[in-house]
């Protein structure tokens, strides 16, 4: 069975999280976080984020914090999801790049910022539930 790996941030910003509002035309927008799949190239995980982060959004990352690993078993593929909390030091969205955001049929990649309360993380249906409930939970307590 082949692997594929996938890394994820929680990104915090100026006392917000920001998401990526993802959606097609004519269909429901949806919100998830930040990250793509691990590349040949990539020296590791943390690269792997690092490049995401700065291709999807334009942003430079503090040190990345493991938080949650998620397995989706295929019948052909088991994709493993690396999901991350770091700040962003920086962005600047003309830095933006990738595959993603030149092809229209991939559909809408916007940064969005939510502010950092326990009803705004509700309102967003992140998946994997397991992500939700550890965001609803990190925000209680930064509360």
Do not use: C
């Not at 998401?19 to 004519?26: A, K, M, V």
């Not at 793509?36 to 914090?65: C, N, Q, S």
């Not at 993603?100 to 249906?125: I, K, S």
Request: no cysteine; hydrophobic share 40%; aromatic share 6%.
């Amino acid at each position: 069975m082949k692997v594929r790996h996938n890394v994820r941030a929680v990104l915090l910003h100026d006392g917000h999280l920001v998401f990526l509002r993802r959606g097609w035309p004519g269909g429901p927008s949806y919100f998830e976080t930040v990250g793509g799949g691990v590349e040949a190239g990539d020296a590791d995980l943390e690269a792997a984020l690092r490049r995401e982060v700065m291709e999807e959004i334009g942003a430079t990352i503090g040190p990345p914090i493991g938080i949650l690993t998620s397995t989706d078993p295929g019948e052909r593929v088991t994709v493993v999801r690396h999901y991350f909390l770091a700040d962003v030091l920086e962005v600047d969205a003309s830095r933006r790049g990738g595959p993603e955001l030149d092809d229209p049929d991939l559909g809408d990649f916007t940064p969005v910022r939510v502010p950092l309360d326990a009803a705004a993380v509700a309102a967003l249906d992140l998946q994997p539930p397991e992500l939700a409930v550890w965001l609803r939970d990190y925000v209680t307590r930064r509360a």
